[in-house]
């Protein structure tokens, strides 16, 4: 669970702000996402040589360049 802290007189959208940066650094809407459904290691795997072989393409097309 998530705790933000607001001192006094501030304001809420500030806190609001200091809320959503922290939501999305602790990544749990995207833990969230992965546990919908169950994906099978083999298929982790392959999802992550996938990304990794397309990261590596483009950091060649960029030194290329």
Request: charged share 50%.
């Amino acid at each position: 669970m998530l705790i933000i802290k607001i001192k006094k007189g501030e304001n809420i959208d500030i806190a609001l702000k200091r809320y959503k940066f922290k939501f999305r650094k602790t990544k749990v809407a995207e833990q969230l996402r992965e546990r919908t459904e169950y994906k099978k290691p083999s298929v982790k795997r392959r999802e992550e040589k996938q990304k990794a072989i397309y990261i590596n393409k483009k950091n060649r097309l960029e030194d290329n360049e």
